[in-house]
């Protein structure tokens, strides 16, 4: 019942910036985490961002002073400010939300960086 539809992808030159949208239907109980998170050809999945609902906000290495993460919980969406974006910052990214019984995630969006 609970789904995550992530939008805000495409292709963008190096530099420039992107906002995805994370808009989550269905209930879910209040205390839980959103994120974001990335997979890269032949990589891993890897986390990006993550916000509580403290809004305590933590960033991988990589994006740190590029990316700003942010909810909503009024519209139940959370976002992803990319700025500065560079080619290896291309990936599929996916939404997560995370409570203490269940983690649910997005189909995700391609997000491509030209140079």
């Known amino acids: 019942q609970v789904q995550l539809v992530e939008s805000g992808g495409g292709l963008v030159q190096a530099g420039g910036s992107l906002r995805l949208s994370c808009a989550v239907s269905g209930s879910i109980f209040s205390g839980n985490t959103m994120g974001w998170y990335r997979q890269a050809p032949g990589k891993q999945r890897e986390v990006v961002a993550r916000?509580?609902?403290?809004?305590?906000?933590t960033y991988a290495d990589s994006v740190k002073g590029r990316f700003t993460i942010s909810r909503d919980n009024t519209k139940n969406t959370v976002y992803l400010q990319m700025n500065s974006l560079k080619p290896e910052d291309t990936a599929v990214y996916y939404c997560?939300?995370?409570?203490?019984?269940?983690?649910?995630w997005g189909q995700g969006t391609q997000v491509t960086v030209s140079s």
């Open positions: 916000v509580t609902t403290g809004n305590w906000r």
């Open positions: 997560n939300v995370r409570t203490a019984l269940h983690g649910y």
